[in-house]
């Protein structure tokens, strides 16, 4: 009986002892953050299917009940935001490759092509990365409006195509100027990269006797896979969301050629008030491309944060 008592009293002092009330903490901690960054998104997923009466009646984190379970305001919201998607993707999706594309071409040559005045061309770069928006906005709507109307140019050409309009050809000049301000960062993020990988592949392919664009093609282009991925996502979330390049070269919201960024204020807005079922639904379709865009380079995305990028 004493050996059976001695045992249970040393088997609560190992409980005792591993009691870490730090790492209790820390779980505790953990979960509050969680909750605290998860609630926000919680409360939109719910009023997104309420009625305007459930929103009214129920607490923001309550679940829609069934009187007050509604679709109306996603089919709103899709039929509002429809063809915001199309020119928007019409814009972003070229305008991310572009400005990938070119921005790992300067990058491979301001990293692994000798040649002289190199150190002047980061310089610029640079520049091009810290200036400002809002510094460039009205340049940009004379240049494009006034000295080289290229929307104008190119209509007739959209006309022709099966599936666009004419309209289209006013984000032809957004694309364009995407792709021009989105260079700069791409190609810092790039050379960051390409600083990182060993010289002896571009030294070995050099005494092949491949040129610079063949040891771009062959060697650089299939080694950047996982950078692609990771400067795609980030780009084409930064031009998708974009909205003053937008609000400044299309003439308003209810044109046409609008894109999703310039209609998403006014979707669910009234004289009678806010209606925040459709404003969170429009919200969750609106952002929908971009987790897209994650989830199909999520693998690439880890491969190049994880190898340096």
């Not at 779980?27 to 926000?40: D, H, M």
């Not at 990771?230 to 084409?236: G, K, R, S």
């Amino acid at each position: 009986m004493a050996g059976s008592s001695s045992d249970q009293t040393f088997d609560v002092a190992s409980l005792v002892e591993d009691f870490d009330l730090n790492r209790i903490g820390q779980y505790v901690l953990v979960i509050l953050f969680i909750g605290f960054f998860l609630a926000p998104l919680e409360t939109g997923i719910m009023t997104a299917f309420k009625t305007n009466r459930a929103v009214a009646e129920t607490i923001p984190l309550m679940p829609p009940l069934a009187e007050g379970f509604t679709l109306d305001n996603m089919t709103f919201a899709l039929n509002a935001l429809s063809g915001a998607f199309f020119n928007s993707l019409f814009m972003a999706i070229p305008a991310t490759i572009g400005s990938v594309l070119f921005g790992s071409m300067a990058a491979y040559g301001l990293t692994m092509v000798d040649w002289r005045g190199q150190m002047g061309m980061l310089v610029l770069f640079l520049i091009g990365i810290f200036l400002p928006y809002q510094a460039v906005l009205v340049p940009l709507a004379r240049f494009w409006n006034n000295i080289f109307p290229l929307a104008s140019m190119i209509k007739p050409l959209f006309v022709a195509a099966p599936i666009l309009q004419d309209y289209h050809a006013n984000l032809v000049p957004l694309m364009i100027t995407h792709i021009a301000y989105g260079i700069p960062i791409c190609t810092i993020l790039f050379r960051s990269y390409y600083q990182g990988l060993p010289s002896s592949y571009v030294e070995a392919a050099k005494i092949d006797g491949a040129s610079i664009t063949k040891i771009y093609r062959r060697i650089i282009l299939p080694i950047s896979k996982p950078m692609f991925g990771v400067v795609f996502i980030y780009q084409f979330t930064q031009i998708y969301n974009e909205f003053l390049f937008a609000f400044t070269l299309i003439t308003g919201s209810d044109t046409p050629e609008a894109v999703v960024t310039l209609i998403l204020p006014a979707v669910g807005a009234s004289t009678s008030g806010i209606d925040f079922g459709i404003r969170m639904s429009a919200a969750f379709l609106a952002a929908l491309p971009t987790l897209i865009i994650y989830v199909a380079f999520a693998e690439q995305f880890a491969e190049g944060l994880k190898s340096g990028g």
